[in-house]
């Protein structure tokens, strides 16, 4: 723990010590996915739980949309509350035949 700061979150803090300004740098894709699998949400999870569509979190893992600022301090309040919040995963289909 860094200042009360996990050093494995998703919040990332840099320190400006002329200014006294406190700077969070925006999250990666790559940032967010192993975010996702270290805490074991699958993208359908993470999206129900956002609001957001399957699709967003794709693209946001694969750098083809920008992860709103927000993000960060979504991700930091699930973790804060574990797994408690992690909607069930969906069955998956039977195969064909």
Do not use: C, F
Request: hydrophobic content about 35%; proline content about 4%.
């Amino acid at each position: 723990m860094v200042n009360g700061w996990s050093t494995d979150s998703p919040i990332k803090i840099e320190l400006d010590k002329h200014r006294h300004l406190v700077y969070i740098t925006i999250m990666e894709g790559q940032d967010l996915k192993q975010w996702r699998e270290k805490t074991g949400y699958s993208q359908g999870q993470l999206a129900r739980i956002l609001g957001v569509d399957v699709m967003t979190v794709s693209r946001w893992e694969r750098g083809i949309m920008q992860i709103p600022s927000y993000l960060k301090w979504a991700l930091a309040y699930l973790e804060l509350k574990g797994g408690e919040l992690k909607p069930p995963l969906k069955r998956k289909r039977k195969e064909r035949r």
